[in-house]
């Protein structure tokens, strides 16, 4: 279950970046066909790497669908906090405030939405196990999982 929630951490935290990585894969695989088309590149090896940069953005992709599809399917409180949270940059105290709550309280309701949204991510057959094959390789999304992973470990270190 912690790697889901460090999963579900990473995919939040990625998601606004996810459409200028996409965009910049495009760009590369651009300059990419152009450069090794006018430098006589072999065309089998060019090939090659096109796929693989294809594949790399149809990845992003899917984290971008997978976490929409995620957080389509929560209650609404718990999409508003992690979208509030995650996408708009939010500082704990400042949704505490918003919310009437304490600090603490409002950490217990994250860890609930982020609960929610690993549930609904196993639900949907896309638990850690799949996330760590398909999407940890990647370079952007291995050092977003690493950062989501230091995070918890600080939080959980608090709490034990």
Known sequence: MDRDLIWCAALLT??????????????????????????????????????????????????KVLTDKCLDSLEDKHTRLLKSRYFYRKGCDVLAKEQG??????FRRLDSALAAMARAMRRLGYGSDWLDERVGKDAFMSEVYAKALGEYKVKTKGTA
């Open 14 to 63: 990625a998601y606004r970046y996810l459409p200028k990585v996409a965009s910049s894969i495009d760009r590369y695989i651009y300059s990419t066909a152009i450069g090794g088309l006018c430098s006589g590149q072999d065309a089998i090896t060019l090939f090659d790497k096109i796929v693989s940069l294809n594949v790399r953005k149809e990845a992003i992709i899917n984290i």
């Open 101 to 106: 709550v304490s600090e603490r309280t409002l």
